[in-house]
């Protein structure tokens, strides 16, 4: 499997876990991440939102998957049918996230960057 498809599904496995450890360990200290509202977050905001439990996937399924990489970067798009709780409210939506991946100097794949939107019918 590609590495970035690996890390990919690392990645989601961790967030539908909320499994803090190992999001930290796939998301650089870099991290500038724009959300479909337009708020730019940053790792520890979004390791915050999973400790604490504001923030709780049920689904996260991938389509519609784009990967390019050139040397140390690697640029994902991907369509996801998500839905889960945030602030005790119930949601469920249709996105595109985008991220880039980084070769960290340790050898593994960390996400630097990311956006999503929602995808109209």
């Known amino acids: 499997m590609c ?11 961790a ?16 991290l500038v991440f724009t959300t479909h509202l337009g708020q730019v977050v940053g790792k520890q905001d979004d390791l915050a939102l999973h400790r604490s439990g504001v923030l709780a996937f049920s689904t996260l399924e991938a389509s519609e998957q784009i990967v390019k990489v050139s040397g140390s970067l690697a640029i994902v798009s991907v369509r996801m049918n998500v839905a889960g709780v945030h602030a005790g409210l119930p ?3 249709d996105l595109r996230y985008t991220r880039v991946w980084c070769l960290a100097p340790r050898g593994a794949w960390q996400v630097v960057a990311g956006h999503i939107s929602a995808v109209q019918p």
């Not at 967030?15 to 870099?30: E, G, H, K, W």
């Open 3 to 13: 590495p970035i498809l690996a890390a990919e599904e690392r990645l989601r496995l």
């Open 15 to 30: 967030m539908l876990a909320s499994d803090v450890a190992a999001l930290d360990a796939l998301i650089s200290p870099d």
């Open 91 to 93: 949601f469920a939506a």
